[in-house]
């Protein structure tokens, strides 16, 4: 695998899957929308009493609707399993940073992201483990766009320069090495042509009991 992306890189958006709760995604849409106004509110410059008895309101009509966790856990593991609920992206899942992911024809797996103030670590900087958290996922994600799986094992990551917040910010992430059960993956984090962040990770196929299946394990990551 080539550690720079060559002249065939061509990102192609992965296909969406189905929708099996339309309500579903547009709640987290909503709360995505909810999640980046609060983070950006300043404090006592605006009225927010009210706001705040209505979002009361709409936990205590929700809570109440909220199966047990383990009939959520089951549903993550149908159909789409945990893409669609996954904390990078994952449509159903409100802390998910707004990641989207395009397989490129070198193999590789990019995104192009500008994360808000809701992920800020150092002033105006993206929070290192916010980092962490994407590139760790999107080299799964990588690993499964190159035909490979596991679980991370181990990685490691240099924040090379900060990461701004509300920049555009190019992610990218490929095999770089394979040996039996092993995957090596590197992954970087550019703002323009500045390099922020780069990692290696190691992945080892591994298999996970599936919720609601004792009898069934699965080594589906989140590229299926
Ligand atoms: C199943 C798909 C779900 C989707 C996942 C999405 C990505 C994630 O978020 S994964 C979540 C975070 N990761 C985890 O929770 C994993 C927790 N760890 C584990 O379950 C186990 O340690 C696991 C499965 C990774 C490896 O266990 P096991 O299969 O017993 O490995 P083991 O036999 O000890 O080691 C195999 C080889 O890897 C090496 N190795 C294992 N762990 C490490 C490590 N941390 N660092 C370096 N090398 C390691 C061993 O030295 C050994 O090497 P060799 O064959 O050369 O002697």
Known sequence: MRERLGDTFDPIAVPDLPTPDPDLDRSVAELRRLREAIA?????????????????????????????????????????????????????????????????????????????????GPPGCVHGGISALIIDHMMGFANHWGGRYGMTAHYEIDYRSPTPLLRPLTFRSWVDEVDGRKTWTKATIHAGDRLCVEARGLFLEASVAVPGHPDRRSTVGDGA
């Open 40 to 120: 950006g509110l300043a404090h006592s410059e605006v009225e927010l009493g009210d706001i705040a008895d209505r979002l009361a309101e709409a936990a205590d009509l929700l809570e109440p609707r909220v199966p047990e966790p383990a009939r959520r856990l089951e549903a993550m593991w149908t159909g789409a399993g945990s893409r669609r609920a996954n904390p990078v992206g994952g449509p159903e899942n409100p802390i998910a940073p707004p990641v989207r992911f395009f397989g490129c024809d070198d193999g590789s797996v990019t995104a192009e992201v500008t994360l808000g103030l809701a992920y800020q």
